[in-house]
């Protein structure tokens, strides 16, 4: 018997590849092996399935540790140390689904619009601190730490989009070594 859980999973897996306004509740149901109608026993509505599965891969992704490296001995150490440490967790199903989705449904819906600000946000706030440290160490020359972190926020998640399709570590470190070099 499928539960809420797999419900969840597959319509976020199938939102990634799909697109969320591509997903019908029977591609779902077929997916997880039930009746279209099943899916009524566990949730009212298509919309309240979204926000839930919105609402579930969220909490995954906010009780993530982002590790960085505060004990590095130079701004790459520390940066990269941040950098993977975001990309993998947003690597992981569900939260990959979930950002997919925040990406795709974001330009046109208004739910959507404000998640990408959160995930921004939530971000940004991990730059930001890292920033600040590596200019308190005097690593990094920075004047302007908030459009600063707003700059490498915005870098971070391309990176994000980028390690979704495909898996090149090293555009991490190119990312760490663009920023040295635009703030040394």
């Not at 790459?76 to 449904?105: C, G, H, M, N």
């Not at 930001?128 to 690593?139: G, K, N, P, T, Y």
Request: glycine share 2%; with cysteine; net charge negative.
């Amino acid at each position: 018997m499928a539960t809420r859980q797999d419900i969840l999973d597959t319509l976020l897996t199938l939102g990634e590849e799909k697109g969320l306004s591509n997903v019908s509740l029977s591609d779902i149901a077929d997916e997880v092996g039930i009746r279209k109608a099943s899916i009524y026993s566990h949730f009212e509505s298509q919309n309240q399935m979204i926000e839930e599965a919105v609402s579930y891969a969220s909490q995954i992704l906010r009780s993530r540790d982002f590790n960085v490296d505060f004990k590095a001995k130079d701004a790459r150490t520390l940066l990269v140390s941040l950098f993977d440490s975001i990309i993998r967790t947003f690597a992981e199903k569900p939260v990959s689904s979930y950002f997919s989705i925040v990406q795709q449904s974001c330009l046109y819906d208004e739910f959507f619009a404000d998640e990408n600000r959160q995930l921004e946000s939530m971000i940004s706030v991990r730059v930001r601190i890292a920033l600040e440290f590596c200019v308190q160490r005097s690593w990094l020359d920075i004047k302007d730490t908030d459009y600063a972190a707003d700059l490498v926020t915005s870098a971070v998640i391309r990176r994000i989009c980028t390690v979704l399709s495909s898996d090149e570590e090293w555009e991490t470190d190119c990312l760490a070594d663009g920023l040295i070099t635009l703030f040394s």
